[in-house]
């Protein structure tokens, strides 16, 4: 065949097939893009999907996580109100049981403050804050305490010291009646007048201990004094001395004296010392009262036969009376007792020492030691009052003494016991006001013929003992002796007092001294009511 007659048809064919190979690649391309769009929207809907799959995990592990924040937040809420509870508990217990228990814990230290409630609670904060609280408080109350004992004790102190200087004028008066009716006429009024002597004594007396145990001073001044008319003294300040009290015993082997800044304070503490003994022993029981001299001082030692002291008393007393604790008024009891208060608060300021143990007689022995610094060593020419007692152990003699006249020895021989009047005038009468009748005409008498003294020798023993400082007088004025009283038959028109024969004075003396012990035995109750220091 021909070229050109196959031509066309196959031109056709050729353009049909091409044509129809075109579409099929257009299709095929289509098909193809379609695909590769399908693709991409599968990719885009799985990103998606994974997306979607992703916030939902995220968002079901925030749930699970809410949730465990929810059970973790109520169980803290339940922790929080048990602990709440717990704090308010113990809050509870703080009021209503460790403060009340604190407070009672500083009024009476036995009393136990208690601690936390729940053990759980010991050594964490809240247990801190408590505890800090309770100091706070404790200081509070103290701070509190302390100022308004202070303020009590000035106002004690402040009435005191009235009461004190009007009882002391009292005493002047009641001296003054003494001295001016002391004659054999006027014995009932005399007899009555000691009566209230003694009863004015007892009221100054604690009168000065209660404004001591406050803090004041004695109220009172004297001279160089010597040691044993300070314990006269003091015998005459008790109630019922003459039949409670023996002694003093005198064992001191020099002319010992107190200074005078110390001497009311010795003789307020022996005086305060022996109406506790007198006061805790029986009726029928001696009080005995020894004065001693020590290689540091002196001693004074008295003695009694009471009921005693338990160990817990021992130890208050012990700490009362070495004055190295601060006392204050709530602490000495109801009613107050204020004698070892008193007695500590003299000792601390004077440097002295009282010490209290079981007494060979199974009550109290109380022993005062004076150092050496309150002590002095009393001129020549000075002596003790007509009441204070010759030393125990009197030196003997090297050479025969001259021989003393009958009449002045039997006037001797009648000087009275040391308790037998109220004694303390004769030795500080130049100083203080008079303190019992013993200042008045029949004590110038008797201390008038009093034999003088046979000198006595050396002693080996005194030589190791301290020395004391001499004091010299400052005025021919003696501070212990006789005063010149007017219109007696003991001075002439001038003044000048004469020299009564012996046996003039010996009935004198005696007269007296009987009708001073009836009156005062008659005056006095035989019950006491001298309140001290309470066991």
Not at 50 to 70: I, P
Not at 132 to 151: K, M, P, Q, S, W
Not at 223 to 231: E, F, K, P, Q
Request: glycine share 6%; hydrophobic share 40%; charged share 20%.
């Amino acid at each position: 065949m021909p070229p050109d007659s196959l031509s066309l048809p196959t031109v056709i064919v050729v353009a049909v097939l091409a044509l129809a190979l075109v579409g099929v690649l257009i299709l095929h391309m289509r098909v193809r893009r379609d695909l590769a769009q399908a693709r991409d929207r599968i990719g885009q809907a799985r990103q998606a999907q994974e997306h979607l799959t992703r916030e939902t995990s995220a968002r079901n592990q925030r749930l699970v996580q809410a949730e465990r924040q929810a059970q973790e937040s109520a169980e803290l809420l339940r922790e929080a109100r048990a602990q709440h509870d717990l704090v308010r508990a113990e809050n509870e217990h703080l009021i209503s049981k460790r403060i009340p228990a604190l407070l009672s814990h500083l009024r009476a230290p036995h009393v136990i403050v208690p601690g936390v409630q729940n053990p759980a609670l010991a050594g964490t904060d809240i247990d801190r804050q408590h505890r800090a609280i309770l100091d706070a408080l404790t200081r509070g109350v103290r701070e509190e305490g302390e100022r308004i004992d202070e303020a009590a004790q000035a106002v004690i102190r402040g009435a005191m010291s009235r009461v004190q200087t009007q009882a002391l004028r009292a005493q002047d008066l009641l001296a003054g009646v003494q001295q001016r009716y002391s004659g054999d006429e006027h014995t009932a009024l005399l007899r009555e007048v000691l009566g209230l002597d003694m009863y004015n004594e007892l009221i100054i007396r604690r009168v000065q201990v209660t404004g001591i145990a406050c803090g004041a001073t004695p109220g009172l001044s004297r001279d160089d004094t010597y040691l044993v008319d300070l314990v006269v003294g003091a015998i005459s300040r008790v109630e019922n001395f003459e039949q409670r009290i023996e002694g003093p015993a005198n064992h001191l082997r020099r002319r010992i004296g107190v200074a005078a800044r110390a001497a009311e304070s010795i003789l307020f503490v022996t005086a305060e010392l022996l109406a506790n003994a007198v006061h805790h022993s029986h009726g029928t029981l001696k009080v005995t009262i020894a004065v001693h001299e020590t290689n540091n001082g002196a001693a004074i030692v008295i003695d009694d036969a009471g009921v005693g002291l338990n160990e817990d008393q021992y130890a208050r007393a012990t700490r009362l009376l070495s004055g190295t604790h601060p006392v204050h008024l709530v602490d000495l009891g109801n009613p107050p007792h204020t004698g070892w208060a008193a007695i500590g608060r003299q000792v601390a300021h004077y440097g002295m020492q009282v010490t209290v143990k079981k007494s060979a007689f199974g009550g109290v022995q109380a022993v005062l030691n004076i150092p050496t610094a309150l002590l002095v060593e009393m001129p020549e020419d000075s002596r003790p009052s007509v009441l204070a007692p010759e030393p125990v152990r009197a030196p003997v003699p090297t050479a025969v003494a001259a021989p003393v006249p009958t009449a002045v020895a039997t006037v001797a021989t009648v000087r009275p016991e040391p308790v037998a009047a109220v004694p303390a005038t004769a030795a500080t009468a130049a100083t203080i006001r008079a303190e019992s009748v013993a200042a008045s005409r029949p004590e110038t008498v008797a201390s008038s013929v009093r034999p003088e003294p046979t000198p006595a020798p050396e002693r080996r023993p005194a030589e190791d003992l301290a020395p004391l400082p001499q004091r010299r007088r400052q005025s021919s004025r003696p501070t212990s002796g006789p005063r010149p009283t007017g219109g007696t038959s003991g001075s002439d028109a001038s003044g000048a007092r004469l020299l009564t024969t012996p046996e003039e004075a010996q009935k004198r003396w005696g007269d007296f001294q009987v009708g001073a012990e009836a009156g005062r035995r008659e005056a006095l109750p035989t019950e006491q009511h001298d309140n001290t220091e309470g066991n």
